[in-house]
Protein backbone atom coordinates (compact mmCIF):
# COMPACT_ATOMS: atom_id res chain seq x y z
CA UNK A 1 0.00 0.00 0.00
CA UNK A 2 1.48 3.31 -1.15
CA UNK A 3 2.15 5.73 1.86
CA UNK A 4 -0.42 8.56 0.41
CA UNK A 5 -3.43 5.76 0.39
CA UNK A 6 -1.67 4.52 3.73
CA UNK A 7 -2.29 8.39 5.11
CA UNK A 8 -5.92 8.48 3.91
CA UNK A 9 -6.57 5.55 5.69
CA UNK A 10 -5.76 5.89 8.79
CA UNK A 11 -7.46 9.17 8.64
CA UNK A 12 -10.25 8.37 7.25
CA UNK A 13 -11.00 5.29 9.83
CA UNK A 14 -9.65 8.17 13.00
CA UNK A 15 -12.63 10.19 11.77
CA UNK A 16 -14.66 7.23 11.99
CA UNK A 17 -13.49 6.66 15.30
CA UNK A 18 -14.08 10.26 16.82
CA UNK A 19 -17.98 9.99 14.81
CA UNK A 20 -18.53 7.06 17.05
CA UNK A 21 -17.52 8.80 20.34
CA UNK A 22 -19.04 11.47 19.59
CA UNK A 23 -22.54 9.61 19.22
CA UNK A 24 -21.57 8.63 22.82
CA UNK A 25 -21.32 11.87 23.62
CA UNK A 26 -17.68 10.80 25.58
CA UNK A 27 -14.24 12.36 25.32
CA UNK A 28 -11.40 11.34 23.72
CA UNK A 29 -10.11 10.73 28.26
CA UNK A 30 -13.10 8.24 28.02
CA UNK A 31 -12.05 6.09 25.05
CA UNK A 32 -8.41 6.25 25.91
CA UNK A 33 -8.95 5.23 29.47
CA UNK A 34 -11.62 1.75 28.46
CA UNK A 35 -8.78 1.41 25.83
CA UNK A 36 -5.98 1.74 28.74
CA UNK A 37 -3.99 3.89 26.82
CA UNK A 38 -2.69 7.85 27.14
CA UNK A 39 -5.13 10.62 25.59
CA UNK A 40 -2.36 11.71 23.37
CA UNK A 41 -1.84 8.28 22.35
CA UNK A 42 -5.40 7.70 21.60
CA UNK A 43 -5.68 11.54 20.15
CA UNK A 44 -2.70 10.25 17.48
CA UNK A 45 -5.08 7.44 16.76
CA UNK A 46 -8.32 9.84 15.73
CA UNK A 47 -5.84 12.06 14.11
CA UNK A 48 -4.50 9.40 11.89
CA UNK A 49 -0.90 9.91 12.87
CA UNK A 50 -1.00 5.83 14.11
CA UNK A 51 -0.95 2.88 12.22
CA UNK A 52 -3.55 1.37 14.22
CA UNK A 53 -3.64 -2.27 14.08
CA UNK A 54 -6.48 -5.24 13.70
CA UNK A 55 -6.21 -5.91 17.57
CA UNK A 56 -7.08 -1.76 18.57
CA UNK A 57 -9.70 -1.77 15.87
CA UNK A 58 -11.78 -4.57 17.22
CA UNK A 59 -11.01 -3.33 20.87
CA UNK A 60 -12.24 0.44 19.46
CA UNK A 61 -15.48 -1.22 17.70
CA UNK A 62 -16.32 -3.72 21.05
CA UNK A 63 -16.39 -0.28 23.30
CA UNK A 64 -18.64 0.97 20.64
CA UNK A 65 -20.71 -1.70 20.37
CA UNK A 66 -19.83 -2.09 16.62
CA UNK A 67 -18.52 -4.03 13.63
CA UNK A 68 -14.78 -3.13 12.93
CA UNK A 69 -16.30 -2.61 9.48
CA UNK A 70 -18.22 0.67 10.32
CA UNK A 71 -14.92 1.66 11.43
CA UNK A 72 -13.64 1.13 8.07
CA UNK A 73 -16.43 2.44 6.05
CA UNK A 74 -15.67 5.33 4.14
CA UNK A 75 -17.34 8.81 4.49
CA UNK A 76 -18.89 8.41 7.88
CA UNK A 77 -20.70 12.05 8.40
CA UNK A 78 -20.15 13.54 12.19
CA UNK A 79 -23.49 15.04 11.53
CA UNK A 80 -24.93 11.55 11.64
CA UNK A 81 -23.86 11.34 14.85
CA UNK A 82 -25.43 14.08 16.65
CA UNK A 83 -24.85 12.90 20.72
CA UNK A 84 -28.55 12.49 22.18
CA UNK A 85 -29.41 15.12 24.92
CA UNK A 86 -29.66 12.39 27.48
CA UNK A 87 -25.68 11.30 27.02
CA UNK A 88 -24.87 14.80 26.71
CA UNK A 89 -26.57 14.94 30.35
CA UNK A 90 -25.42 11.73 31.55
CA UNK A 91 -21.87 12.98 30.81
CA UNK A 92 -22.09 16.60 32.26
CA UNK A 93 -23.62 14.60 35.59
CA UNK A 94 -20.42 12.16 35.68
CA UNK A 95 -18.03 15.32 35.46
CA UNK A 96 -19.83 16.94 37.92
CA UNK A 97 -19.50 13.98 39.99
CA UNK A 98 -15.89 13.34 39.69
CA UNK A 99 -15.22 17.39 40.06
CA UNK A 100 -17.19 17.01 43.34
CA UNK A 101 -15.27 13.78 44.68
CA UNK A 102 -12.21 15.14 43.82
CA UNK A 103 -12.94 18.67 45.64
CA UNK A 104 -13.82 15.99 48.81
CA UNK A 105 -10.13 15.13 48.45
CA UNK A 106 -8.97 18.20 48.95
CA UNK A 107 -11.40 19.27 51.94
CA UNK A 108 -10.23 16.05 53.46
CA UNK A 109 -6.53 16.76 52.78
CA UNK A 110 -6.84 20.12 54.03
CA UNK A 111 -8.94 18.95 57.44
CA UNK A 112 -5.61 16.45 58.00
CA UNK A 113 -3.39 19.14 57.50
CA UNK A 114 -4.87 21.25 59.67
CA UNK A 115 -5.81 18.82 62.64
CA UNK A 116 -1.77 18.15 62.34
CA UNK A 117 -0.78 21.71 62.76
CA UNK A 118 -3.36 21.92 65.27
CA UNK A 119 -1.93 18.47 67.09
Not at 12 to 38: C, M, P, Y
Request: glycine share 4%; charged share 30%.
Amino acid sequence: MSDTIKKKTNKTIGKNIRAFRHQHGWSQEDVATKLGISIPAFSKIETGVTDINLSRLEQIADIYEIDVVQLLSMDIEEVEFEPSNLSITQKKLADREAEIANLQRKVILLYEELRTKAG
